[in-house]
């Protein structure tokens, strides 16, 4: 069983800074490709940053330069740091592993955490 469970989220000033971490509970982490994605009060949930296996990382227009995904496999967790936080970047984030890229593209698994609010506002 992979369950990810995600940390980190809050209230945060436009400008501000958060870190999201993601642990997962699994001996295969180090073989899953894994996601952030964010969903918006009605919106659809969107991808947010990708990193595969390797060093691969896929972004968001809206968030490149601002965000960045990395993973610790010795501690089966991958972090999202998130800069330069605007009030559109509101959203409660999910994590997510199994996922993969397709050419460009990165699917995302079937495994799915509970999500964690972020909340910029002044």
């Known amino acids: 069983q992979v369950q990810p469970v995600e940390s980190g989220g809050g209230l945060v000033q436009p400008g501000g800074s958060l870190r999201l971490s993601c642990a997962v509970s699994?001996?295969?982490?180090?073989?899953?490709?894994m996601s952030w994605h964010r969903q918006a009060p009605g919106r659809q949930r969107e991808l947010v940053a990708a990193i595969d296996t390797g060093t691969t990382t896929k972004y968001a227009d809206s968030v490149k330069g601002r965000f960045t995904i990395s993973r610790d496999n010795a501690k089966n967790t991958v972090y999202l740091q998130m800069d330069s936080l605007k009030p559109e970047d509101t959203a409660v984030y999910y994590c997510?592993?199994?996922?993969?890229?397709?050419?460009?593209?990165?699917?995302?698994?079937?495994?799915w955490g509970q999500g964690t609010q972020v909340t910029v506002s002044s």
């Open positions: 699994t001996s295969v982490f180090d073989i899953l490709a």
């Open positions: 997510n592993a199994d996922g993969g890229f397709i050419g460009t593209r990165f699917h995302p698994g079937n495994y």
